[in-house]
Structure formats: structure tokens, C-alpha cells
């Protein structure tokens, strides 16, 4: 699996440096959000009391840091709010692998 920054370019940009010089900051550029209109689901879930976002990727993807999957194809900005208690019984969509 790959991490969430992989294809990310990285740009840079030349600042003051604070003692009348430059530097060079490097970082990185946004990250693309796919469209949620071509997310292919594996599966759904249900969210119950305790889920935690990290225990349904292990789940489901069989990696916990690959829970920004799952909300990237739920389109979520904040991924905890998946799981927590306003969600309960609420579906998540879980992508296929790559997605």
C-alpha cells in the first residue's frame, strides 16, 4: 500500500531567513481528493459504538494507517467524525485497494 503523499509533487520557494539572507523551504503540494463519484466501494460499514477509524482500516484493509482511504472516499474532511458518536449507525463506504 502506498502512503497518502506519494504522487504528491514537491515545489519550493525561497524566503528570508531572518539574518538577511534566503533559504529554500520545500513542502508540498495539495493532494487531489478523488471524486467521490468514482470511488468503487469493497464494502460498506456500520458504524457502532467504539469503532475507532484506525481499528476499521486494519479492518478492512488490513493496514491502520491506511484510514485516510477510507476517508478520502467518504469525502470527510475530519476522519475521526466517521467514527464517532454522532455516527453511530451510520454506513461508511470502504474503497477497493488503490482507491
Known amino acids: ?9 514537491v515545489a ?14 520545500r513542502y508540498l503540494r495539495r493532494r487531489p ?3 467521490l463519484r468514482d470511488v468503487r466501494a469493497a464494502a460498506t460499514h ?4 467504539g469503532d ?3 481499528l476499521v482500516s486494519h479492518r478492512y484493509l488490513g493496514d491502520a494507517t491506511a484510514w485516510w482511504r477510507i ?3 467518504n469525502g470527510a474532511l475530519d476522519p475521526e467524525a466517521l ?3 454522532d455516527a453511530e449507525g451510520e454506513l461508511i463506504v470502504i474503497p477497493l485497494p488503490g482507491v
Do not use: N
Open 1 to 9: 500500500m502506498t502512503g497518502r503523499y506519494d504522487s504528491v509533487p
Open 12 to 25: 519550493g520557494t525561497t524566503v528570508p531567513d531572518g539574518a538577511g539572507g534566503l533559504r529554500e523551504v
Open 33 to 35: 481528493l478523488p471524486d
Open 46 to 49: 456500520r458504524v457502532s459504538a
Open 52 to 54: 475507532r477509524i484506525d
Open 71 to 73: 476517508a478520502d472516499a
Open 83 to 85: 467514527t464517532g458518536p
